[in-house]
Every structure is written in structure tokens, then in C-alpha cells.
């Protein structure tokens, strides 16, 4: 990242975390035992810079968000478009191009049958959308009692209340906010892992629940194939497809949640393809707008879009200010046609592409040098498990790591990976240099290796 202007002075430096230790509350922080942060100056490609002008290689695209890398030139051209035209303009009874150009994009390369497309703010409003949605589905078609959602444990949904309502029981917020929960059904989290079958007996909690529950379930809700946040836990296809079989049995809607695992994280564009499957609600966001906006969807079948509509009040319920923002679609637009354009740039040499779109080609190479990578974590004694699908490399600790040691080192060692309780993980953007990546898994290893972890 070169450029001749000069690096902010160490007193600048200060002055800025001072106010930020002041001032600024970081997600799941305490004010009064302040984590360390690391203040960044730019980004560009998978290079985080610091203030201090040391370069971090990234290995979390911003909380799967960065899939183009950082200041792609495209996006920004495409931001700076937009911003000439109109930032914002309300959606209410307007639209434009961006916003049309966006819901045309996403109901084109998402399963088929989901043909009607709710903008909205971020993942955790897309998934409050979403249960809204078969919330009023259920009551238009008379099942009133149908009112609560079953789920499944490890997974994660989101921070707003009815989101973190389906997020894991116990290492969710449910002991804090249990007073005003809406009270869900857990199936265990599924065992068959991603590649086996699904037994009778590994569906066999999630069959019974929803057998005797089906009256008072409105929906299903899940991560398809990855747990993402509550674990990362990757499962049977098979048990997908037993699951959408079971809401199917009992007029149960499902939702699937690929926010964090759509846009081709897992090495599928959606993680529903996996199993083949279709769900009746989808819900997508972080890598919508390749990490430069906040923006969500909330995708929906055309049969229970129309149901919503066609009983009382004959509209569907939700409006936020900035749904459909011109600013962030048209970025949105930009990074769906970077993603799937055939000319995209492939900087990994170990992809075998023959018959595979480009994107994919490129997420099987990462998907080689996390597994070839990380795989060497398998002797260290701390380590308990390594695993990895497409660009989501997986290492399972035995106890949990000191978050603010292991990031001071993985800093020290010239790369951004942020781990949480045992798992430490690398789901790098898509343009990461096989280089690059062979970096992270490197650092990844040798830091596990020290005593201290
Ligand atoms: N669903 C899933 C599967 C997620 O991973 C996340 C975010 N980690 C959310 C919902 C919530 O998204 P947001 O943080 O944008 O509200």
C-alpha cells in the first residue's frame, strides 16, 4: 500500500485510542476492563494496515463480509456512480435502478422458487423480516397458534430479540434477557458431519419435535450446512434435506439463514445447494455489498408472499428508513457481477477450474491450502480438531484460548485472525494470493505451536 503521505505521528496515534478507550464500545466489550484494539488506517486487497504502518494480512474479511478484498476499484467506481446520482431515497411508494437491478440479480441466482425480495438493514433485521414473515403466513392461513420456531443448538441468528431467541440457549444471551425471550424449540445440534449421511436415529429429536409441536410452529429457522458464530460446525447435507422433507410432512415453512454462508463462502453459491434444497424464506447479508455497506435481504416464495398479502391487513408489516439505500445496492450489484463474472481474476494457482465457474475454481484452491495449511495444527497437543469447507478453515482447541494474548501475537506475526472461545479460524477474502494464505495458515500453526496455547 504505497503511497508518500506521512504515517499519523505517534502522538496522533494516542490521542485517538485515548478517545476511543473514552468513548468508543466495541461489540461484547466491557467499558470498565477495556480489550486492546488495533487501530487500522487503510485496507486494500486482503492488507489491513495499521496506524503505525505495519501491514496485517487478513484472515477474517471483516466477519465474512470481504469476499473482493479491501478499496476494490471496482466497487469504489461503482459507490462513486451512485453517490453522483442519489445516496438515499426512501422506498416507500419510489424505487430505482439499483434497487431493481439488485432484487432481478438475487432472485436469478438463488433457488428458484424464491421469487419476492424484502431489502432491508442488516442480518440481524433480515432475520426479524424473516420471522415476521412466517409469523404472518401462519395467521393468514388460520393457524393461529402457530407462533414459535424451531431451531437447532450451536447456531446463531443475530443480536436482536427475536434473532437471539433461536441463537444457542447456552452460549447465546438467554440467561441475561430470559424475562422477555420469546420461548423456542432446540433439536441438538445435528451429528452427522458435512459429507455423511443422516441416520434415522441422528434426526430422530428434530422428528419428534416438530411432530408433536407442528401446531404451535410457525417455522423452522437453521444455517444451512454451517454453524457459523454458535460453533463453527459444519453438517449433512442429508440432514437438510430430512429436515425441509419434515416441514414439508407438517405445513412447518423453513427458513434458511445464509447470511453468513451465502455468496459462495462454502463453496457453493448458497449452502442450500449443498442438499439440493429450496427453503421459503432466505435470508442474506454480510457479503451482499462485498463488505462495503450495511445491507440484507429477506427472499421469499412467491406462495408465501402472495398468503401474507392476500389476508389482512393485506400487506406485509415492515419498513425500515434506509431499506433498499441506492448507495449500498448499487455496490451490491457490483459485487454479484464481480463474483460471478468469468473474467474475475483467479490469483490461486491450485484451483482444479475444468468445468467450474471462476469463483468457485478459486474457492477450492483456498480450500486446499487451509486444509494443507492447517493441518499441521493436528500435532500440536492443544489442538483438537482442524476442519475445513471451502473458504472457512476451522482450528478446534481442546480449552479455550486468551483472546487478547493470542491477537497480540497473531498481530505480531503480520496477520489479523480474531478467535473466539476454542475455535480459531481463517475464512479469508476471495482474492487472498496463495502466498498470502500460506502466510495465515503458517502463522495460524506457529503460534498455536508456542507454549502458551
Ligand atoms: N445470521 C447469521 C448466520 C450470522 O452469522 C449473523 C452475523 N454474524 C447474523 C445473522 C446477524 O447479522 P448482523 O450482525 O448483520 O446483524
Same mark, same amino acid.
Given at each position: 500500500?504505497?503511497?508518500?503521505?506521512?504515517?499519523?505521528?505517534?502522538?496522533?496515534?494516542?490521542? !485517538?485510542?485515548?478517545?476511543?478507550?473514552?468513548?468508543?464500545?466495541?461489540? #461484547?466489550?466491557?467499558?470498565?476492563?477495556?480489550?486492546?484494539? #488495533?487501530?487500522?488506517?487503510?485496507?486494500?486487497?486482503?492488507?489491513?494496515?495499521?496506524?503505525?504502518?505495519?501491514?496485517?494480512?487478513?484472515?477474517?474479511?471483516?466477519?465474512?463480509?470481504?469476499?473482493?478484498?479491501?478499496?476494490?476499484?471496482? +466497487?469504489?467506481?461503482?459507490?462513486r456512480d451512485q453517490l453522483e446520482q442519489m445516496a438515499h431515497l426512501m422506498f416507500g411508494g419510489l424505487t430505482h435502478a439499483?434497487?431493481?437491478?439488485?432484487?432481478?440479480?438475487?432472485?436469478?441466482?438463488?433457488?428458484?422458487?424464491?421469487?419476492?425480495?424484502?431489502?432491508?438493514?442488516?442480518?440481524?433485521?433480515?432475520?426479524?423480516?424473516?420471522?415476521?414473515? *412466517?409469523?404472518? #403466513?401462519?395467521?393468514?392461513?388460520?393457524?393461529?397458534?402457530?407462533?414459535?420456531?424451531?431451531?437447532?443448538?450451536?447456531? #446463531?441468528?443475530?443480536?436482536? %430479540?427475536?434473532?437471539?431467541?433461536?441463537?444457542?440457549?447456552?452460549?447465546?444471551?438467554?440467561?441475561?434477557?430470559?424475562?422477555?425471550?420469546?420461548?423456542?424449540?432446540?433439536?441438538?445440534?445435528?451429528?452427522?458431519? %458435512?459429507?455423511?449421511?443422516?441416520?434415522?436415529?441422528?434426526?430422530?429429536?428434530?422428528?419428534? !419435535?416438530?411432530?408433536?409441536?407442528?401446531?404451535?410452529?410457525?417455522?423452522?429457522? +437453521?444455517?444451512?450446512?454451517?454453524?457459523?458464530?454458535?460453533?463453527?460446525?459444519? &453438517?449433512?447435507?442429508? &440432514? +437438510?434435506?430430512?429436515?425441509?422433507? !419434515?416441514?414439508?410432512?407438517?405445513?412447518?415453512?423453513?427458513?434458511?439463514?445464509?447470511?453468513?454462508?451465502?455468496?459462495?463462502?462454502?463453496?457453493?453459491?448458497?449452502?442450500?445447494?449443498?442438499?439440493?434444497?429450496?427453503?421459503?424464506?432466505?435470508?442474506?447479508?454480510?457479503?451482499?455489498?462485498?463488505?462495503?455497506?450495511?445491507?440484507?435481504?429477506? +427472499?421469499?416464495?412467491?406462495?408465501?408472499?402472495?398468503?401474507?398479502?392476500?389476508?389482512?391487513?393485506?400487506?406485509?408489516?415492515?419498513?425500515?428508513?434506509?431499506?433498499?439505500?441506492?448507495? *449500498?445496492?448499487?455496490?451490491?450489484?457490483?459485487?454479484?457481477?464481480?463474483?460471478?463474472?468469468?473474467?474475475?481474476?483467479?490469483?490461486?494457482?491450485?484451483?482444479?477450474?475444468?468445468?467450474?465457474?471462476?469463483?468457485?475454481?478459486?474457492?477450492?484452491g483456498i480450500e486446499q491450502l487451509l486444509q494443507s495449511g492447517l493441518e499441521q495444527c493436528l500435532s500440536l497437543p492443544g489442538?483438537?480438531?482442524?476442519?475445513?469447507?471451502?473458504?472457512?478453515?476451522?482450528?478446534?482447541?481442546?480449552?479455550?484460548?486468551?483472546?487478547?494474548?493470542?491477537?497480540?501475537?497473531?498481530?505480531?506475526?503480520?496477520?489479523?485472525?480474531?478467535?473466539?472461545?476454542?475455535?480459531? &479460524?481463517?475464512?479469508?477474502?476471495?482474492?487472498?494470493?496463495?502466498?498470502?494464505?500460506?502466510?495465515?495458515? *503458517?502463522?495460524?500453526?506457529?503460534?498455536?505451536?508456542?507454549?502458551?496455547?
Amino acid at each position: 500500500m504505497s503511497t508518500n503521505e506521512a504515517s499519523p505521528s505517534n502522538a496522533e496515534i494516542e490521542r !485517538l485510542l485515548a478517545i476511543d478507550r473514552a468513548h468508543a464500545w466495541h461489540p #461484547y466489550t466491557s467499558t470498565i476492563d477495556r480489550d486492546p484494539v #488495533y487501530p487500522v488506517r487503510r485496507a486494500r486487497g486482503c492488507t489491513l494496515e495499521l496506524m503505525d504502518g505495519r501491514p496485517l494480512i487478513d484472515g477474517m474479511a471483516s466477519w465474512w463480509c470481504v469476499i473482493h478484498g479491501y478499496n476494490h476499484p471496482l +466497487l469504489n467506481q461503482a459507490a462513486r456512480d451512485q453517490l453522483e446520482q442519489m445516496a438515499h431515497l426512501m422506498f416507500g411508494g419510489l424505487t430505482h435502478a439499483p434497487a431493481v437491478g439488485l432484487v432481478e440479480r438475487l432472485v436469478r441466482i438463488t433457488p428458484e422458487p424464491l421469487q419476492q425480495v424484502f431489502l432491508c438493514d442488516s442480518g440481524s433485521v433480515a432475520v426479524e423480516v424473516a420471522m415476521k414473515m *412466517a409469523l404472518q #403466513y401462519q395467521q393468514a392461513i388460520g393457524q393461529r397458534k402457530r407462533v414459535r420456531f424451531l431451531t437447532l443448538r450451536s447456531g #446463531y441468528h443475530g443480536d436482536t %430479540f427475536h434473532a437471539m431467541s433461536v441463537c444457542d440457549p447456552v452460549t447465546g444471551m438467554h440467561h441475561l434477557f430470559n424475562q422477555v425471550l420469546p420461548r423456542q424449540f432446540f433439536a441438538p445440534a445435528p451429528t452427522p458431519r %458435512f459429507g455423511e449421511p443422516c441416520s434415522d436415529a441422528e434426526i430422530a429429536e428434530f422428528e419428534r !419435535l416438530i411432530e408433536t409441536h407442528r401446531d404451535e410452529i410457525a417455522a423452522v429457522i +437453521l444455517e444451512p450446512i454451517v454453524q457459523g458464530a454458535g460453533g463453527m460446525r459444519f &453438517y449433512s447435507a442429508e &440432514y +437438510l434435506q430430512r429436515v425441509r422433507a !419434515l416441514c414439508d410432512a407438517h405445513g412447518v415453512l423453513l427458513i434458511a439463514d445464509e447470511i453468513a454462508t451465502g455468496f459462495g463462502r462454502t463453496g457453493e453459491l448458497f449452502a442450500c445447494e449443498h442438499a439440493g434444497i429450496s427453503p421459503d424464506i432466505m435470508t442474506l447479508g454480510k457479503a451482499l455489498t462485498g463488505g462495503y455497506l450495511t445491507s440484507a435481504a429477506t +427472499l421469499a416464495t412467491d406462495q408465501v408472499a402472495h398468503t401474507i398479502s392476500s389476508a389482512e391487513p393485506g400487506a406485509f408489516m415492515h419498513g425500515p428508513t434506509f431499506m433498499g439505500n441506492p448507495l *449500498a445496492c448499487a455496490i451490491a450489484n457490483a459485487s454479484i457481477d464481480l463474483l460471478l463474472n468469468p473474467s474475475t481474476e483467479n490469483r490461486s494457482s491450485t484451483g482444479s477450474a475444468t468445468n467450474q465457474p471462476v469463483w468457485q475454481a478459486k474457492i477450492a484452491g483456498i480450500e486446499q491450502l487451509l486444509q494443507s495449511g492447517l493441518e499441521q495444527c493436528l500435532s500440536l497437543p492443544g489442538v483438537a480438531e482442524v476442519r475445513v469447507l471451502g473458504a472457512i478453515g476451522v482450528v478446534e482447541m481442546k480449552q479455550p484460548v486468551a483472546m487478547r494474548e493470542i491477537q497480540r501475537r497473531f498481530v505480531e506475526r503480520g496477520v489479523w485472525v480474531r478467535p473466539f472461545g476454542r475455535l480459531v &479460524y481463517l475464512m479469508p477474502p476471495f482474492i487472498i494470493s496463495d502466498e498470502e494464505l500460506r502466510r495465515l495458515t *503458517a502463522a495460524v500453526v506457529e503460534v498455536l505451536a508456542e507454549p502458551a496455547f
